[in-house]
């Protein structure tokens, strides 16, 4: 028997920036376009997390009225700081010989979970079609090979794949033109890339995991519209990474830190040095007798314009995340995912109206700021395998004396997967003890992200070899499952490989990390995974 089908002049994959913005342009270009949005999270902004400082270029573009019409971005940026930190010391540097692109004049602190239900409730009043907690979890094809749609998750099955009461078959939903923008690592785009061989000469894709609290404080420790970075203590100067402190409103403190997923010593858990971090006195003043409200992770994609795939293929269009737009430098991917979305929608109504092929996308785009940004920022990410300090020196002639325009591009040279060391080639890493007050475990930080699976549901962590971590992993690289994943949900028991599926707070790690590329991340059933609110 045949699914039910939905037909649409346009399909979206994922209510985040990109998405909700390539929707809202579709509209205002052609408002008698039928267009959908399919969100795997519970509600719009469920899954969304980002540090976030907000450069609103392409939100000018997209709607210009954004602050007339009650957008949730209030917090201007009004003093920044960049620390360089020893282990009880740190070296304040002097933000006038900050790069250009790293410093946030007329940006602002925000919510971005909170910016996309206001764009989700913008996009709702042009008429577009939001459909959360449906996870589109197959690519649907046409006889040709061209791209006809996706379908969602059957819904209502057991751990072995059978039905249960209540089971709800899923549906197609067909499209001229389908848009996958689910994100870092969305893994139907994954399979796009791959399927289509869209990242052929292409560098290997670079990935950080980012990990964020939220934090209230006193007035005294308050500064609103402070926004202050750190590099250095407790990475080594091999590993790169550094942290965010953005003061926000109501006595709210956002505080995270990035590591590069191509750090080399198995031993390493971004989760605790994360909180190892916090303890720096210089850090730990802004916190002390604030109260923890918020947790979360997810990975980003750092690679920039040498790891950028092909965005286009028949029938269908990669933007954002999906893809790789996020600007290093600048730490920022909200404005370029939107701008990719935006580009992507003008693309789309040239081509329904005027047969126009979609690789006019990528004559749009290279034209586009988005292009500009991402080829001055190409160098910087790789110019870090050197080292921290060889990196920011090479950061500092690239982007401030030839900003960005080097007549050479650098490579990635490696995928992250492959930069691990074997366990016992590399020191061990002993963490302290949480103290529950400033420092916390993994299980009261997965907690604070309302994650929740249906019980009794396929286990979407799917391994290709069953046998690999116990046999392979374990003894080469101590499983380092057990450390990279921030919430504990692999563990080695009894010598066995336990996957806690339901603590997976969908931040895609191990679909990066993974030595043997042997876990897959697919889509859980519908509305599963953290319930983030003002991340």
């Known amino acids: 028997m045949s699914r039910e089908s939905m037909k649409y002049d346009v399909v979206i994959v994922g209510a985040g920036p990109a998405g909700l913005s390539t929707a809202i342009k579709l509209k205002q270009l052609d408002p008698k376009l039928s267009v959908c949005i399919l ?26 009225s954004w602050k007339e019409q009650g957008a949730p971005i209030k917090t ?97 939903l067909h499209g001229k033109v389908t848009v996958f923008s689910e994100g870092c690592r969305g893994h139907l785009g994954k399979e796009l890339i791959k399927k289509f061989n869209l990242d052929e000469g292409k560098n290997p894709q670079q990935y950080g995991i980012g990990l964020k609290e939220i934090w209230e404080v006193s007035d005294e420790q308050h500064q609103e519209g402070l926004v202050m970075h750190t590099a250095g203590w407790p990475l080594d100067s091999k590993t790169y990474g550094g942290s965010f402190i953005y003061h926000a409103e109501k006595k709210q403190i956002y505080i995270g830190y990035v590591i ?59 933007v954002g995340c999906d893809a790789g737009t996020l600007n290093m430098p600048k730490i920022k991917g909200t404005h370029t995912a939107m701008k990719s979305g935006m580009i992507a929608a003008e693309t789309i109504v ?12 990528k004559e749009l785009f290279e034209k586009s700021w988005v292009y500009n940004e991402l080829y001055t920022a190409r160098n910087v990410k790789p110019s870090f395998s050197w080292g921290l300090i060889l990196g920011i020196i090479f950061t500092g002639l690239d982007q401030i004396l030839f900003r960005g325009k080097l007549p050479f591009t ?4 490696h995928a992250d997967h492959e930069a691990l060391k074997p366990a016992n080639s590399m020191p ?28 009794n549901q396929p286990v979407h962590l799917k391994l290709k070899d069953p046998n690999l971590p116990i046999r392979y992993t374990l003894k080469e690289y101590d499983e380092p499952a057990q450390k990279y994943c921030p919430v504990g949900v692999y563990e080695i028991q009894q010598e066995k490989f336990v996957i806690n599926s339901q603590n997976c707070i969908h931040c895609k790690t191990c679909d990066i990390k993974e030595p043997s590329q042997n876990i897959t991340w697919v889509a859980p059933e519908g509305g599963g995974g953290p319930k983030y609110g003002n991340m």
């Open 260 to 318: 590069g997923l191509d750090y080399q010593n198995p031993h390493l858990s971004p989760f605790d040095e994360f909180q190892r971090f916090k303890t720096h006195k210089a850090i730990r003043k802004m916190l002390e007798g604030g109260k923890r409200i918020s947790f979360g992770a997810r990975a980003l994609i750092e690679g920039g314009l040498q790891s950028l795939p092909k965005m286009y293929m028949p029938g269908a269009l990669l």
């Open 410 to 413: 650098l490579k990635h040279k």
């Open 428 to 455: 061990k890493i002993e963490y302290p003890k949480p103290d529950g007050k400033l420092t916390f475990d993994k299980t009261s930080s997965v907690y604070l992200t309302g994650t929740n699976h249906t019980e």
């Open 76 to 172: 201007k940026v009004s003093k920044e700081k960049f620390l360089f930190l020893g282990k009880n010391s740190s070296l304040s540097w002097p933000t006038w010989l900050l790069p250009s692109v790293q410093k946030n004049h007329n940006n602002y602190i925000i919510s971005l979970a909170n910016l996309c239900r206001w764009l989700a409730e913008q996009a709702e009043k042009l008429g577009i079609e939001i459909f959360p907690g449906f996870p589109a979890s197959e690519i649907l094809y046409n006889e040709d090979g061209s791209i006809k749609g996706v379908a969602t998750l059957d819904m209502g099955l057991d751990k072995e794949g059978n039905k249960k009461e209540g089971y709800q078959e899923g549906m197609e």
């Open 39 to 64: 969100e795997k999270g519970s509600e719009v902004g469920a899954h969304i997390l980002s540090g976030n400082v907000l450069e609103t270029r392409a939100l000018d573009e997209l709607i210009p």
């Open 350 to 361: 040239e081509h329904i109206k005027n047969k126009r092929k979609l690789s006019y996308y």
